[in-house]
């Protein structure tokens, strides 16, 4: 079930990043919260959250990308942390190959990168709720 809600929210904020370079703060931000009551994970959606701040003071990543790591902690916990890594080095992979400066939507790469860390999310103590 909660695997299900994440995956259509991340597809969905996906999509809307893809076309509008936008994250709507009225799909963001509820998620957050269902997110954090759902898993308990508040501690990580600070730390990630902190993380986008740190990412946006340095230009790398735009305001709606730091309340989305706090989504994506909210959800992931410990291994949004990872995912999000991933998710920059299949940026810094796809801008070398297609030699690609202008802006990106963030949200697609923090999609496909955050996918095997469902997979291992089954296997913590929280496996009991997300099944």
Same mark, same amino acid.
Do not use: E
């Given at each position: 079930?909660?695997?299900?809600?994440?995956?259509? =929210?991340? &597809? *969905?904020?996906?999509? !809307?990043?893809?076309?509008?370079?936008?994250?709507?703060?009225?799909?963001? $931000? @509820? %998620?957050?919260?269902?997110?954090?009551?759902?898993?308990?994970?508040?501690?990580?959606?600070?730390?990630?959250?902190?993380?986008?701040?740190?990412?946006?003071?340095?230009?790398? =990543?735009? &305001? *709606?990308?730091?309340? !989305?790591?706090?989504?994506?902690?909210?959800?992931?916990?410990?291994?949004? $942390? @990872? %995912?999000?890594?991933?998710?920059?080095?299949?940026?810094?992979?796809?801008?070398?190959?297609?030699?690609?400066?202008?802006?990106?939507?963030?949200?697609?790469?923090?999609?496909?990168?955050?996918?095997?860390?469902?997979?291992?999310?089954?296997?913590?103590?929280?496996?009991?709720?997300?099944?």
């Amino acid at each position: 079930m909660i695997i299900l809600l994440f995956i259509s =929210i991340m &597809g *969905g904020l996906s999509l !809307l990043d893809i076309k509008y370079y936008y994250i709507p703060n009225a799909i963001v $931000l @509820p %998620a957050i919260l269902v997110g954090g009551l759902l898993t308990g994970n508040w501690i990580m959606a600070v730390v990630m959250f902190l993380v986008g701040v740190l990412f946006y003071n340095r230009k790398k =990543i735009c &305001g *709606g990308d730091v309340k !989305l790591l706090a989504m994506v902690g909210a959800f992931l916990g410990i291994w949004a $942390l @990872p %995912a999000f890594l991933l998710s920059k080095l299949m940026i810094h992979i796809f801008r070398v190959i297609d030699d690609y400066n202008d802006v990106l939507p963030y949200t697609p790469f923090i999609s496909i990168a955050s996918s095997p860390f469902l997979f291992v999310i089954t296997g913590n103590s929280l496996s009991q709720k997300w099944f």
